[in-house]
């Protein structure tokens, strides 16, 4: 009994989505029902529950492009908010590019190393 008693989340939604799928296949299983005494041909029927479903199936496609382009925005605004613009870009103490003893140039260790000519004018 505790088992019942304590389940999680995914379970809760899976119980809720198969209640959901039950009650849809109700509806259907009526609307065929009402369908046949209405003297509508099994093909109609059928053609007509597969446009359904796929428009059900499509929307729900449309549904989940939207929410995974906000949460893609939603990712891409705080990543740039992690970068703040108050924080310093480290210059001068590294490698790479820079202005250094000779100008600006490539260094290493405070050494000069790019092929550029001096600037000892």
């Not at 009526?30 to 428009?55: E, H, Q």
């Not at 492009?65 to 939603?74: D, E, Q």
Request: hydrophobic share 45%; glycine share 12%.
């Amino acid at each position: 009994m505790d088992e019942t008693k304590n389940q999680g989340f995914a379970y809760r939604l899976g119980y809720r989505l198969g209640r959901l799928q039950g009650a849809c296949r109700r509806i259907e299983t009526t609307l065929v029902g009402w369908f046949k005494k209405k003297g509508i041909p099994p093909m109609a029927t059928r053609s007509v529950r597969w446009i359904v479903k796929l428009a059900v199936a499509g929307l729900l496609l449309y549904l989940a492009f939207w929410i995974a382009l906000f949460v893609l925005g939603a990712l891409a605004i705080a990543n740039a908010a992690a970068i703040a613009p108050d924080q310093e870009i480290p210059t001068g103490d590294s490698d790479g590019w820079r202005h250094g003893h000779s100008g600006f140039g490539d260094y290493i260790d405070d050494y000069r190393v790019d092929p550029g000519r001096f600037d000892n004018d």
